[in-house]
């Protein structure tokens, strides 16, 4: 396993800093206990080969991928420490509240830790997903590539267990023999636990696990080298049972992205798979698995897979993009350095462009949803008027303080739009790259090269600054690329970046009828959320209820001094619902007559008069004629065909 600037043979040397101490031969050792998983509770036993002296041990803070600060301290409790059988006394940084100090006794070469996390979400009574973060301990101000750690896992009887780690033995789990530490929870009779080879507390932070009852593990593509699996966990034992449909497109999506990348810098790869409407919510990029948590019917049907089509896809690109070459300031030696995010319109962006053409490769969804999605993407930051005060790359910069779900005025605080801003400044970048190369080169040769140096490799982090990109797009196309991606990501714009939208043969436009995909993505979202979007026209969005959630800046609904928070109770003669508001957008259009709400704010009901006309607005692209069609170009399988052979669960 190598990394960035450590040879495997750094290992040999031993690291020995202020009480801690570790050769290769004394890897921390991790037992996770998810036992009680069912109950929301995570235990764990560590022991630490330390030195006499003052010792300090951390738990992560700045969880990679997660873009800010949010590792779990605070749910993490019942800390005993001892050594030799005695109970040391601990004290915690005054500044730092993810430091324990302690001061390890003479004479003592090994430390016990027992520590407890309340889980607080993706465990249920029939699964769980372990993020390391919720039960690591180990050294501060070490290198995180450089701790070596064995952990094991234990989970429920019956129970099942999937993870990019390497298994080295599995067997009914052992009663603790050992009386010193009566803080320790004993599993129940017939829990069963894995050994794993050992690793690097960094690559240990980088591989979670999901275990559950209703367990299934399938491969897919099994002609592409290195090996890959879904493993699924799920509420349901039926919903476990993924359709073949569904796992022939993850296998397509193995090959389309073996074609377009033409490297693996994993020993294998597992998606991992949470179905459960509890536990979901999740896509967490690694650099051997990803962790995707959807609603536990959100791969059933066609029908139900178009809001999730790109997870997938978007979670393995980042095994290249973002895990691989990582943004030199994202990437820091320890998970205490805060990251620095003034990239992450590549590391995000690029995937969120790269994951959505490979959905669509795939079959994952069609050509034409991607149109339409893309569209509506287009569209919303086309509209979001907190671009006129603040730029893309500043989105990036402040990644960490813009994952509030608060929705009110969301339109000009803007969001984490380095994701969606930086898919269509990729896109601009492909169909440039096209046109300038008389479309006998596209992205596809800049990722080769920018994802794929040195071939198969195992995992490995290479960091980049923006530089390296600049000279290796010029080498695919000659361009001055440093101002394109300054005007575009560093520059205020009042408009999104449509140019490659454009030169793709299509024009951004609005239309009075939603589109096939817009439809479908709203009925695919259907289980959870029935959200009414007259964003374009009256500039407000809804819940179902008629409660707004957001008002566009400088709409018509501004004007009428609309707010979030704000709830519709009539329009104009009706009591609200969405097709009475829609139907009154339509009567207005050629009408001299506002259209009038009744709203309730808190306590209070007030009249406001919508003073608009436009009819309903629909985003949609528009086929250019005579220009060459990009976008389906871009979005047709790159693989070859795949041979016929159906996935066996394992
Ligand atoms: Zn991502």
């Known amino acids: ?187 129940p009779a017939g829990s069963m636990t894995t050994r794993y080879a050992a690793t690097t507390v960094e690559q240990l932070e980088d591989s979670p696990v999901i275990a559950g009852q209703y367990f299934r593990e399938f491969p897919l593509a099994p002609e592409v080298t290195p090996k890959h699996y879904i493993d699924v966990v799920a509420d349901e034992e039926v919903d476990a049972n993924l359709r073949p449909e569904f796992l022939m497109e993850v296998s397509n999506l193995v090959r389309e992205a073996s074609a377009m990348y033409g490297s693996h810098h994993y020993n294998v790869y597992h998606f991992l798979l949470t179905l459960s409407d509890t536990a979901g919510g999740e896509g967490l990029e690694h650099g051997q698995s990803s962790d995707n948590g959807v609603d536990e019917k959100a791969y059933s049907d066609a029908a139900h897979q178009l809001a999730e089509a790109d997870l997938l896809a978007h979670e393995f690109t980042h095994s290249w993009n973002g895990k691989y070459r990582r943004p030199a300031r994202l990437y820091q030696p320890d998970f205490a350095t805060p990251q620095q995010g003034d990239l992450l319109w590549v590391y995000e962006g690029m995937t969120q462009y790269l994951g959505n053409v490979l959905a669509a490769r795939s079959g994952l969804k069609s050509q034409e949803q991607y149109r339409d999605l893309l569209a509506m993407s287009a569209a919303n930051l086309d509209a979001k008027s907190g671009r006129e005060w603040r730029s893309t790359e500043d989105t990036a910069i402040s990644s960490s303080i813009l994952r509030a779900p608060n929705l009110a005025w969301t339109n000009w605080r803007r969001g984490q739009d380095y994701y969606q801003e930086g898919e269509l400044v990729w896109l601009d970048a492909d169909t440039l790259i096209r046109k300038l190369t008389n479309n006998t080169k596209s992205l596809n040769d800049f990722t080769r090269v920018f994802l794929g140096k040195g071939g198969d490799t195992g995992p490995l982090i290479v960091p980049y600054e923006l530089p390296e990109i600049v000279a290796e797009l010029n080498q695919i196309a000659p361009y001055d690329w440093a101002k394109f ?127 608009y006309h436009g009819g309903e607005r629909y985003p949609a692209l528009l086929r250019i004629d005579g220009a060459p069609d990009y976008l389906d170009e871009i979005t047709k399988p790159l693989a070859a065909a795949p041979a016929q052979s159906s996935p066996v669960a394992r």
């Not at 590792?71 to 409790?77: A, D, F, Q, S």
């Not at 500044?95 to 390890?104: P, Q, R, S, T």
């Not at 097709?579 to 207005?588: C, M, Q, S, T």
């Open 485 to 611: 991606f300054r005007e575009r990501v560093t520059d205020i714009n009042p408009r999104a970046d449509l140019e490659g939208i454009e030169r793709a043969g299509y024009k951004l436009v609005y239309t009075e009828k939603a589109t096939a995909g817009e439809i479908a993505l709203d009925a695919s979202r259907s289980r959870r959320s029935t959200a009414i979007n007259v964003w374009y026209s009256l500039g407000i969005r809804l819940a179902s209820d008629g409660t707004i959630t957001d008002v566009r800046w400088n709409s018509p609904a501004d004007k009428a001094k609309l707010a979030p928070g704000q709830k519709i109770f009539a329009v104009n003669n009706a009591v609200f619902s969405g097709p009475a508001l829609r139907e009154a957008i339509r009567d207005a259009k050629g009408s001299p007559n506002p259209i009038r709400l009744i709203l309730q704010t808190n306590q209070f009901v007030s009249l406001a008069d919508i003073d």
């Open 1 to 187: 396993m190598g990394i960035r600037g450590f040879a495997p043979a750094a290992l040999l040397f031993v690291v020995s800093i202020s009480g801690y101490s570790q050769s290769a031969a004394t890897p921390i050792r991790i037992i996770a206990d998810l036992s009680e998983a069912p109950r929301k509770l995570y235990h764990a036993e560590i022991d630490l080969p330390v030195r006499p002296g003052p010792l300090t041990l951390i738990t992560p803070e700045w969880i990679p991928g997660n873009h800010r600060p949010n590792g779990p301290v605070e749910n993490i409790t019942g800390v005993v420490f001892t050594a030799n059988g005695q109970i040391l006394s601990w004290r915690r940084d005054d500044v730092n509240l993810f430091e324990f100090h302690l001061l390890v006794p003479k004479g003592v070469t090994s430390l016990h830790a027992h520590l407890d996390c309340i889980v607080t979400s993706r465990a249920t009574p029939k699964l769980a997903v372990l993020e390391w973060e919720k039960l690591l301990l180990y050294p501060a101000n070490v290198p995180v590539r450089n701790i070596l750690v064995e952990p094991s896992v234990t989970i429920p009887a019956g129970w099942r267990i999937g993870t990019a780690l390497t298994p080295i033995a599995s067997g009914l789990t052992a009663t603790p023999t050992s009386d010193v530490d009566e803080s320790a929870h004993t599993p």
